[in-house]
Structures are given as structure tokens and as C-alpha cells.
């Protein structure tokens, strides 16, 4: 029905002429009203309306700041090469809404670095309503308006085949793509590595890395650099062998090594939500002292942000010397650090940090420790072994003829009868904690030794997890030589599911070595499962930056307690001095 509603309203109200009289006061033209900042007005209408109808707020629109410091860092390092470009160069944004990134990164070039560039932008929104924003401005402003798309990224791009210079983004993250994930799974099954999907899906809870694989199928083999708004999940996500692990080492590691930097900022920042996000940056064409490294910039400190009257839930934004001095850090491209003062005392602060990509590559390796059964033969477990499948299965047949089948159960009968009467002479007996050695007694009761399926059987119904009793081989009546630790055995125990663990190991570190160090001495009759290593990579930005705060001195904490209890007895003195 659009704004005809509205409209109907206001005449039967007679608001209409002084509501649209109002309107002409007001100069919202291009010249006057960036679309920058008329998506601004956009998102802050977008957050009243949804509070006004107790609906959540979406994250509908990226903060002024963040957009500059973003396109700061994209092309910082470029201006040397754009100050003598002669040809076009590209901007793509898959998720543009308003158009605000597009506009900003062009201004800036325009403005900061050549203005004798021609720039083309592109762009593609799901939201009818901003892309109309954003076709509206590329229109005003006489540019090419086919070149802003509406539609979804993902599913239907309609750049398809494009590849652009410089891409920036705000991705929705956090939002389930559980309606896409039939076509995103069979494209990345379909085409592999030849897609944009082939490295791994992330979960199906959090899409954003979706959008950061499209933009890197749409980088130029001159060179290419993606600028693109995070929250922490991209980070650390998933298990090595995993969608996220996979995609972070596709993006990271050789051949591609496109990962420069990630820079951490503040919480408060946007208006829908008050999560602290990262700016990553990626190149395809790195620097020779940038290969295999990447720049880890940790700007959650007042000194890069300034309190501002809140808006939905931001509450701050970044300063312009805030912005200033992050790039300048970028650019140096070195470790920084800065003093910053709290409670009357200074103290250092870590702020960027460089590392070789394998710091953030590991290994998940797989720990066993041995099954240690010990045999203790009661008539609960006599009547458990009746009940087991396996030895139901005996006095069964699926043979069609009548008469065979009559034999065959006849024949199992008496098998079961065999099995009882063997386990039977143990019942009572003392506690056996050698599997060895109640197989042995159990081939002498029996007669014969039991085949791989009948020895499951009697472990799971007949045998107790004992940490005191001797390791279980898989075959009880061959037990190999065993010398040394089990850890060097050529043949290992069965392995107890239940004790299984696993060890990440940084890739830097030496395995073995390792797991002298830190497992053995906690688990002596550990042994690594080396066919079952998994490479995974991670990033976890905090630990990389984690402060140390001491500890409260206890004659303090005391202190504090003390005066907790004495004006604890001031009030209840006053609540009796009331009664």
C-alpha cells in the first residue's frame, strides 16, 4: 500500500499541508544532504519505527566513522599507484544499502588522492528501500545507475563475471542463512574450488563469511583489496576441519595469503547492536614485507573514540585523530604501543602486532588412552548378557526354508547354552583385572576362543571400566611385546572412547615434543592417533593482547568487607530504631 495510508491519514486529520509545508523548509538536496547522511536519517527513522512496534532493530546501517576509517585503510597504501593511474578503477560494495561506502571511498579518492580519477562504483542491496536510496543518488548525481543492483548477493548475483579494484562492506553477520543453505551447499559441491563456496560453508547460524568468499571470487588478477566489517565469530568459529577453520586457512595460507590486517574496535559503535566488530583487510597483492604476515591492530582504547549523546545502542564513535592514527599505525606497519594512564598510574599498551600466518595455524591431534577392563561375573550381568542382541541372535534364523531354519535355531540354542554354562563357573569368583586372562579361562570353560563379534559382546555386557586393571588388546590370546611406554608400543591397546582427547598444538611446535611435555606426564599410557590429525587455524585476538591486571591486595579486600559489614549493621540498626 506504500505511504497512500499515511497519506489518508493526515488529510482526514488535517495534518497533511502543515506536515508537507514543513517539509519544504527543510533543503534535503544532494548538494545539501550527502546519501551518507541521509542514510543516517534512514537508520535512525528505521530504529524508531521498529522500537514503536517492539520489534528488534536490525544492524540496517554502517556509522559514518567507520566507514572513513575503513576506507582509510583500503587505500592507504595506495596513493603512490592512484596518483598515476590513467585508466578507470573500480568500487564494489555486495551489500550496499544506502550507498554510503560507495560515496565516502569515491570522495575520498576524488578529494584526498586524485581528482583527475574516473571511479566507477557497483553495488547490489536485498532491501528495496535502501537500494532505492542508493540508485537514487548514483541517478542525481548523473552516474550510471545499472550499476547498483537489487537483489540477493548470494543467490543471484547480477556482477556476475566482474571483478573490481576495491570492494568494502558491512555484511550482516549474525543472521542464519538456513533459506539459501541448499543453493550456497550445492554450488560449493557442484563447482568446488572453481566457486565462490568451494574452501568450506561456515555454520548455518552466521553468513557472513559467505560474503567475504563472494568478494574474494570478484578480486583482479592486478591486484585487489577488500575492505569488510566483522563481528568476532569469523575469528575463532569452528573446530579444525570445519567450514570457519577451513575458510580462515583458504583465506590466510599459500597459495592465496590475502589476509594484511584486522583491526578491533570498540563496542557501542553501531546503532542496532553493541557487539564489538573488526575491520579485516585483504590483498591479493601484498606487499614482499607483508607476505605470510598479517597485522593484528587492537583499537578498543578511549584514546581512539570519543562519547557521544546515544543513538540507538552506540554510545561512541571513533575520533578523527582516532581515525588518523590507526592508519598511520597500518602504514607503519610494525609493532605500537602507547601509554595510556588509569587510577593516577601509566602503563604500556600493546596496540598492533605482527605475525607470521602460522601463528595462527594449528594442529588437533587426537589422544587415546588404553580400555582397562577388569571381569567380576554376577547374575545381573548373566541375565544383561540374555538381553544382548548378539546373543538373542543365536536362536534366530532368516533362512526361508522351514526345516533349515528349525535346525540353525536349534543349533544357536545350544550355542547359548555353551555360552552360559561357560560363563557361569566364574560367577562368584574373585575379581579378574586381566583381560588376557579371563579370555584364557574363558577359552578353557568354553572350549574354543570367541570371534572379534562375540569378544565386543562380552566386554560391553560382562566387563567394568577399571582404572586399576590391565590394558585390553584387541586380541586377548596374542598380546604383543610390550616394552617402554605404550606410547611407543607397534602395537597399541584398544583405545577407551570415553578417555579420548584431543590436543591443539601450534604449528610452530614440534608434536612430539610436545606431547612428552604436556600430556605425558598427566597420562603416562597416552599415544597420539596421528592418521586422525586435523589442521585447523584460528584467531584469537584477545589472548594476543591480553593485559595482566594484578590481583587486589587481601588487606584491601578485607577493608572493603569490613565496611560492607558495618553498613550492613547501620541499616539494620535503623530498620529496628523505625519499628
Known sequence: ???????ETLLRKELLYIVTFEFTKLDISPDTISNHDMGTIFEILIRKSKEASNEKAGQFYTPREIV??????????????????????????????????????KDHLLESVNPN????????????????????DILMKGENADNIKQGNTITK??????????MLTNPPFGDDWKNIREFVENEAEDKGLGGRFGAGTPDVSDGSFLFLQHMISKMNSQGSIIGIVFNGSPLFNGDAGGGWSNIRGWIMDEPHDLLDCIVAMPKDLFYGTGIGTYIWILNNKKSTDRKNKVQLINAIHPRFTKKIKSLGKKQYEISEDGINLITKIYKAYKDYSIEVEKDGKNRTVEISKIFDVADFKYTKVTVERPLRLAYEITAEKIEALKKHLKFIEFAASKKKDKA?????????????SKILNAIETFEGKPRETSDANFFAAFEKAFGSQPNKALLKMYRDVLGEKDEEAEVVFANPFNIPVQKGRVCDWNEKPVQDTDLRDSESIKWKENIDEYFERE?????????????????????????????????????????????LEQETEDLLSEIKEGF
Open 157 to 166: 548475483d547480477k556482477l556476475i563475471g566482474k571483478s573490481f579494484n576495491y
Open 117 to 136: 580519477l574516473t571511479v566507477y562504483t557497483f553495488g547490489q542491496e536485498i532491501n528495496e528501500q535502501t537500494y532505492a536510496i542508493a540508485k537514487s
Open 519 to 563: 600430556v605425558l606426564p598427566f597420562a603416562p599410557d597416552a599415544w597420539m592417533d596421528r592418521e586422525k590429525d586435523k589442521i585447523g587455524y584460528e584467531i584469537p585476538f584477545t589472548k594476543f593482547f591480553y593485559e595482566y591486571k594484578p590481583l587486589r591486595d587481601l588487606a584491601e579486600i578485607m577493608q572493603d568487607i569490613e565496611a
Open 404 to 416: 533349515t531354519a528349525e535346525i540353525d535355531i536349534t543349533k544357536g540354542k545350544a550355542t547359548q
Open 1 to 7: 500500500k506504500g505511504l497512500s495510508p499515511i497519506y
Open 68 to 105: 572513513r576509517l575503513m576506507v582509510n585503510l583500503v587505500f592507504a597504501n595506495e596513493t603512490d599507484k592512484l596518483q598515476k593511474a590513467g585508466a578507470g578503477i573500480s568500487i564494489y560494495d555486495p551489500c550496499c544499502g544506502t550507498g554510503g561506502m560507495l560515496t565516502t571511498a
